[in-house]
């Protein structure tokens, strides 16, 4: 079996590479005009990426997955069967239904597509889940049954410090107050009851407020399921090292059995959460 | 069944059952209306535009179809209001220079009225917007064109047909539909209309039609547009008894310039005029010298759009009313969402007046934050007091009022609201600075005339001569591991010279720190400081 994800995807080329995890890749525009983008860019390259993102003037912007990229990956892998992982179909409709459509119009080949119902890096911690099983062994309907499970136990939370692209991209619903404010207060960020649909879930004036809330939350959560193991991912754009490096340490200070990564953010998330903000997601094991 | 041709009073009756079907599902039609300005209106004017045309055409002894149809249109024109009864209206005018004397409607009529309407409705838009009604009138003529029946009713079923599945299509065209996760309102009234005379022909019953068979996921990856957003505040029409020849293209570009919506029926005799715009008077006034104004309506369309959220706004919404001790914390709670804040100078604010503003507020649910221990026992007793459900969280100071809102969604439940606010009630500590008027004690300290001191409730932290020093040794009595800012909330009386060796102070103390200065405006200390 084989593992598809879109470029929306956190984790390192390192990583991808090791997983065997196969990357579809959202095209780039800047202004209108394509940019060369890949998982493989370096830190560099990215923070490139982002200073022309942090100019409002220009409009960066992603578009829909290519039919014939689709029809390429998936016809290398026409002997095995294809997982193909992606974020929230409410959030990313035109990705599903040209997946839908190519799928339709590959009858031959074995496809499975799974939501996640979640982005970023609440997206990412699920492919990473999978495919980590994967490796381990685990397939056909032990694979989905945990992906499923990992589904409903991950929670997606963040610290977005401009809240322009958000909007821009209709990302999040109304304008908040705020915004611009003489006090600048942080707008902290968190999934829904709706899935992949993200709503504010408070404010912060220091990051680590944002952090003591975020961990509060995986405490709950914890509490909630009476469960002490948690797989966490933190991804960030912009130079939030700091913010991120004391959210990690915060949550393994807890004592619960935590697996924790910090990741440096790629290109597909940029031109809709911005270029500043850290995110996590996260997912809490009843076992 | 099978009906090859209408007379005047099958026609009256399948059109009585359209402007039947248009008033059953109005309110569809309205709930799904986001473009061209999502003023919630389509269904209500679709209907205001058809329903009187067709009252008039009851009450009328029209000897033929083609007179029927003549006054329909002459009233429709008449009484069209919007962009969608402007455009159902210029549909049926077209509509009806197709039929010249014909007492009764084929099927090829109904063909040819279709293709003559369908082109009338699109020429009267000056920037016609594909995945509007006009699409659905095209798909529908070009979908009666390709049937070759002589069958009226078959010849309505396949346009209504292609029409039903066109409208669905509407959001790929128009990405404010897609981002909104609707079916076009205007293209949707169309199809009603039809369906309605082909249900009164049949003699079929009405339906309600589901508004939520009309929408979808909204598609939020749709990049935003200016589209469904209101550029131009005024809906304006304007009918105008022409005395001469119209000065085309300079109407145009005048038009153009001052608005967009905008649609322009050119009769012989008469202008009629749709256009959003902010100067009706200016465009008023150039139509005037075209001839005569007949009929002429405005529409203030950024109030029907506030009008149509503010029930939810103003009655259902959670608010909150902060207490604050100065008028610069104002703008900090009003940036924080506090709905209203009562001021207080010195004196503290009564049970009455917290009443008085409570009652004032829209909200019928409100959380208040007092802010000042001695203010909670009068905030208790005007929550006991007040008719609404009042909420109240004892915030003991300004600070906690301001870490408390950091817990705040006004779109979450009050007792969620209540548990969230409490939890970040302790993100910050709240000191006060002040100076001395005379010699004093407090408590065991002892404090000279001129002297700052800084206390944590009732603890004096620090006493000394130098402002800068008492806040100083204040902090360094507080843990600042976890700490990334201290906010200054400064009275009347502080000295802006300070600001510079105060910030130098504290970051000495711990560089990561960020440190901020507002004005509060309170009048018994001299600063506030929070800790975060």
């Known amino acids: 079996m084989v593992i598809v994800a879109d470029s929306s995807l956190q984790l390192s080329y390192q990583t991808i590479k090791e997983l065997n995890i196969q990357v579809l890749e959202y095209p780039l525009f800047v202004n209108g005009e394509p940019y060369p983008v890949s998982m493989s860019m370096s830190r560099e390259e990215k923070e490139r990426l982002r200073g022309l993102i942090k100019d409002k003037r220009n409009n960066v912007s992603t578009s829909g997955l290519k039919e014939e990229d689709l029809h390429r990956v998936w016809e290398r892998f026409k002997d095995q069967k294809i997982l193909t992982i992606h974020q929230s179909a409410r959030m990313s409709s035109i990705t599903v239904t040209v997946l839908q459509k190519v799928k339709s119009e590959l009858p031959h080949l074995d496809i499975e597509l799974f939501d996640t119902q979640h982005m970023i890096a609440a997206y990412t911690v699920q492919v990473l889940q999978a495919a980590r099983a994967q490796r381990e062994g685990m397939a056909g309907p032990e694979l989905l049954a945990l992906m499923k499970r990992n589904r409903e136990n991950t929670r997606h939370v963040g610290s977005v410090y401009d809240l322009f692209f958000l909007q821009r991209t209709g990302r999040i619903g109304r304008a908040k107050a705020i915004l611009g404010t003489a006090m600048k207060i942080i707008p902290l960020l968190g999934s829904s009851e709706e899935a992949g649909v993200l709503k504010n879930i408070g404010k912060a004036k220091t990051y680590q407020q944002a952090n003591q809330r975020f961990v509060g939350m995986m405490a709950e959560d914890l509490a909630a399921r009476k469960a002490r193991r948690v797989t966490a991912l933190i991804s960030r754009i912009g130079p939030y090292d700091r913010e991120t490096s004391h959210l990690k340490e915060l949550i393994e200070q807890q004592g619960w059995d935590a697996d924790v990564e910090v990741l440096s953010t790629n290109h597909s998330a940029m031109p809709h959460a911005g270029p500043d903000f850290y995110d996590l997601g996260y997912t809490v094991h009843e076992d | 069944m099978k009906i090859e041709a209408i007379g005047v009073p099958e026609l009256k009756r399948s059109l009585k059952a359209a402007a039947d079907y248009l008033f059953l599902n109005t309110r569809v039609l309205d709930n799904l209306n986001v473009f061209p300005v999502p003023d919630g209106d389509t269904g209500m004017n679709m209907l205001s535009t058809l329903k009187p045309a067709v009252e008039a055409l009851l009450d009328d002894d029209a000897g033929s179809c083609a007179a029927a149809w003549e006054l329909l249109s002459e009233q429709a024109n008449k009484h069209s209001r919007g962009n969608s009864g402007f455009i159902l209206a210029c549909f049926i005018r077209g509509f009806s220079q197709r039929l010249d004397t014909d007492a009764a409607i084929t099927a090829e009529l109904i063909r040819g009225g279709f293709d003559s309407g369908s082109y009338a409705a699109r020429s009267s838009l000056l920037s016609p917007v594909e995945g509007t009604m006009i699409t659905i009138i095209t798909a529908m003529a070009e979908a009666m064109a390709e049937t070759e029946s002589k069958d009226v009713l078959e010849l309505l079923r396949a346009g209504l047909t292609l029409g039903r599945v066109k409208i669905f299509e509407t959001p790929r065209l128009l990405p404010v539909l897609a981002r909104a996760g609707v079916v076009d309102a205007g293209g949707l009234g169309f199809i009603f209309v039809i369906e309605g005379m082909m249900r009164g022909l049949l ?330």
């Not at chain 2, 990049?223 to 109407?251: A, H, I």
């Not at chain 2, 010195?346 to 802010?371: A, D, K």
């Not at chain 2, 009732?458 to 402002?467: C, I, P, Q, R, Y």
């Open chain 2, 203 to 532: 003699g079929a019953e009405l339906q309600s039609e589901v508004e939520e068979d009309y929408r979808f996921e909204p598609d939020l990856t749709v990049p935003d547009s200016d589209q469904g957003k209101l550029s131009f505040r005024y809906c304006t029409e304007l009918m105008v008894e022409k005395n001469g020849e119209l000065p085309w293209p300079e109407l145009r570009l005048f038009l153009e310039q001052r608005g967009d919506s905008i649609a322009l029926v050119r009769e012989e005799e008469y202008l009629k005029l749709h256009i959003h715009t902010d100067t009706p008077e200016e465009i008023r006034a150039k139509m005037a010298e075209l001839g005569t104004i007949v009929s002429s309506k405005i529409d203030d369309m950024e109030e029907q759009i506030n009008a149509s959220f503010r029930t939810l706004q103003d009655h259902e919404a959670l608010s909150v009313l902060a207490i604050v001790p100065g008028s610069g914390f104002k703008s900090v709670f009003s940036d924080l969402e506090a709905a209203a804040c009562l001021e207080y100078a010195g004196r503290l604010p009564s049970c009455g007046e917290i009443l008085e503003v409570l009652e004032e507020m829209p909200s019928e649910n409100i959380i208040v934050l007092p802010n000042e221990t001695n203010i909670i026992p009068a905030a208790a007793l005007a929550q006991q007091a007040s008719g609404k459900n009042v909420f109240l969280l004892p915030t003991e100071n300004v600070v906690q009022g301001i870490t408390a809102l950091y817990g705040f969604n006004a779109e979450d439940p009050p007792q969620q609201n209540i548990r969230s606010m409490g939890d970040s009630i302790d993100l910050g500590i709240c000191l006060k600075v002040y100076q001395s008027s005379r010699d004093s004690r407090y408590g065991s300290v002892e404090i000279k005339k001129q002297d700052f001191f800084i206390l944590r409730g009732a603890e004096v932290l620090a006493v000394d001569a130098s402002l800068a020093e008492t806040v100083e040794r204040g902090l360094t009595k507080l843990d600042l591991s976890e700490a990334g800012c201290v906010s200054f909330f400064c009275s009347d009386a502080f000295d802006e010279a300070y600001t510079t060796e105060l910030e130098e102070r504290i970051l000495r103390l711990q560089d990561s720190l960020t440190v901020e200065f507002h004005y509060g405006g309170q009048t018994n200390s001299l600063l506030i400081v929070a800790v975060e």
